[in-house]
């Protein structure tokens, strides 16, 4: 199996209070996506990158910044967390665009925000 | 933007065949996938289709038609372990990051 893990794996915060979420892969894969996971809207990209540095917005990015300052971590922040952030999120790694891999996905972080 | 759409829940008896249906809507399609999950865990890689027709592994085999838009995931031989949700994705290279959109899932509860 592919490494990656993400930490921490469950949490509950604070309304207003900042989190950062990690992943960190052992595969040099080139890409790597957060996702968050809720019931009734499966799995929505928050943010993805695609090499160091390089970061862009996925279709529910509002609220989520992200950083990847080494290929091997990819770090989600909530900048003032707000309830309706609470969820699963999961990050994923992919390793080229020719390969028919998709993604694979570490365990997930349950967050929850009260 | 992409649309798509699979049945939310489906049951079927051990021992059975089951399909599950996936439709989609994309402009830059480069592939579609399906993943398992099972409950509390992270989805796992279950097939692949980029071009039309059937791709078969062991139990499980997957369909794509790409001038419908359609593709299904066929189980067989049903067991008490495949009881999972089964979640369609499609990759859109439109815009670049080999990004996948998934449809809701399908919860496939199997009974004896």
């Known amino acids: 199996d592919a490494g990656i893990t993400q930490s921490p794996r469950h949490k509950v915060t604070e309304t207003g209070t900042p989190v950062t979420l990690r992943c960190h892969q052992t595969?040099?894969?080139?890409?790597m996506y957060w996702y968050r996971q809720d019931p009734g809207h499966g799995l929505r990209l928050i943010h993805y990158?695609?090499?160091?540095?390089?970061?862009d917005k996925g279709e529910v990015s509002d609220g989520y910044s992200v950083s990847r300052s080494k290929t091997e971590d990819f770090l989600l922040t909530l900048e003032s967390a707000t309830s309706s952030q609470t969820s699963v999120y999961f990050c994923?790694?992919?390793?080229?665009?020719?390969?028919?891999?998709?993604?694979?996905f570490g365990s997930g972080t349950r967050l929850t925000v009260v | 933007g992409q649309n798509i759409d699979q049945p939310t829940e489906m049951t079927a008896t051990e021992g059975a065949i089951v399909q599950i249906n996936c439709t989609y809507q994309?402009?830059?399609?480069?592939?579609l996938f399906w993943y398992q999950q099972h409950a509390g865990e992270a989805p796992t890689f279950l097939s692949y289709?980029?071009?039309?027709g059937l791709e078969e592994k062991g139990r499980f085999s997957s369909f794509l038609s790409r001038s419908k838009g359609y593709s299904y995931l066929l189980l067989k031989e049903l067991q008490m372990k495949d009881s999972a949700s089964y979640l369609c994705?499609?990759?859109?290279?439109?815009?670049?990051?080999?990004?996948?959109?998934f449809g809701t899932g399908t919860q496939l509860k199997v009974e004896l």
């Open positions: 994923a790694i992919s390793d080229s665009t020719d390969r028919g891999y998709g993604y694979t």
């Open positions: 595969e040099n894969h080139r890409y």
């Open positions: 990158s695609y090499g160091v540095k390089d970061t």
């Open positions: 994309t402009s830059g399609f480069n592939g």
């Open positions: 289709n980029v071009l039309d």
């Open positions: 994705a499609v990759r859109d290279l439109t815009g670049g990051g080999n990004k996948l959109t």
